[in-house]
């Protein structure tokens, strides 16, 4: 018979009652806001398989499970991995405290999406594209442009960029400061920005209705942007312009076009809020086409023999 959730005197909780609790218990552990926020928004979520409010059953719990993340069987490997992480974390903590028998993720078999590595980038061209179909005489065109040029600018996170306010950017500097409280390694970056950038930043910020908060990015109604509404905005510009681009694509594009322009990689370490080294290396990794480009323009062989030299020409010599 499936177990019933209970506390160790006996007494049966609901989902929500261990929500609460783990909510609780991570605030007591200093979590970052925004993390906070993630959690919320996949119990959200997954409160669409289950009804939060009845007696724990585990059976049922696992179903729910099965059908939650089957419904993000086709989603990218880090929109998969989120929701699963975060559920897997607070199903071990459930266990961990006697509320739950098993972990229904661990039971079940259930694997995190293997993301092979490939850096996914956007081509010079096609960022072109990108931006000349958006419509910057309105307020939602002008920040996802914002947005955009801030990505490519600085290889800034989206749930960094989210986080910011009009206060993080220095217009006279031309800097933008990532606080630490919303930086994923949790330190503080502060990172330079171009003029063009600044000046579509300041754009934004005339056009902000001053009765919304001092964040930097909104929705049209005035919250604060998620990356779900940015995947559905740069979904909807993909259309238009017959190509794929998500949000991490464009800081993938940011680092490998800073390293094609000259940037040291200790640099982009720091832009990227690398904690490992290891990690920025990976961008060296070139294209093949890179490679064949910069093998055409930089072969030592290219100072000795002519390019025009033709394979019967150099047959006759070794023959006479």
């Known amino acids: 018979m499936p177990r019933k959730g209970k506390t160790k005197n006996g007494n049966t909780l609901s989902l929500k009652d261990l929500i609460d609790l783990f909510i609780d218990f991570k605030q007591a552990e200093g979590l970052r806001e925004r993390t906070l926020q993630d959690y919320f928004y996949t119990f959200k979520e997954f409160s669409k ?3 939060f409010h009845k007696q ?3 059976h049922a719990l696992k179903l729910a499970v099965i059908e939650f993340l089957k419904s993000k069987a086709n989603k990218q490997p880090a929109t998969y991995n989120r929701p699963y992480s975060n559920l897997h974390t607070f199903f071990e903590w459930c266990k961990r405290n006697s509320f739950l028998s098993e972990n229904p993720i661990k039971v079940l078999g259930l694997k995190k999406k293997r993301d092979e590595g490939k850096l996914r980038h956007v081509e010079e061209n096609t960022i072109k594209k990108l931006l000349s179909v958006i419509d910057v005489k309105t307020y939602a065109g002008l920040r996802d442009y914002a947005l955009i040029l ?6 800034i996170r989206p749930k960094e960029a989210f986080a910011l306010t009009f206060e993080d950017i220095d217009f006279e500097r031309l800097t933008v400061t990532i606080r630490k409280e919303y930086s994923k390694t ?10 063009q950038t600044a000046q579509t930043l300041k754009a934004l910020l005339e056009v902000t209705p001053k009765d919304w908060n001092n964040r930097v990015f909104h929705t049209v109604e005035g919250n604060e942007m998620t990356i779900n509404r940015w995947e559905k905005r740069l979904s909807e510009y993909s259309k238009k312009i017959g190509c794929k681009i998500t949000p991490y694509q464009l800081r993938h594009t940011f680092a490998i076009m800073f390293l094609r322009n000259g940037g040291n990689v200790f640099a982009l370490q720091y ?3 690398h904690q490992d080294i290891s990690t920025t290396k990976r961008y060296l990794q070139l294209t093949q086409q890179d490679i064949r480009q910069q093998h055409t323009l930089a072969s030592p062989v290219n100072n000795f023999v002519k390019r025009t030299t033709k394979v019967k020409r150099l047959i006759s010599l070794i023959k006479s």
Do not use: Q
């Not at 801030?150 to 290889?155: E, F």
């Open 271 to 273: 832009e990227m809020g």
């Open 186 to 195: 949790n330190k503080e970056r502060i990172l330079p920005l171009s003029p």
């Open 56 to 58: 724990i059953d585990e």
């Open 49 to 51: 398989y289950i009804d």
């Open 150 to 155: 801030l990505t490519l600018d600085t290889g």
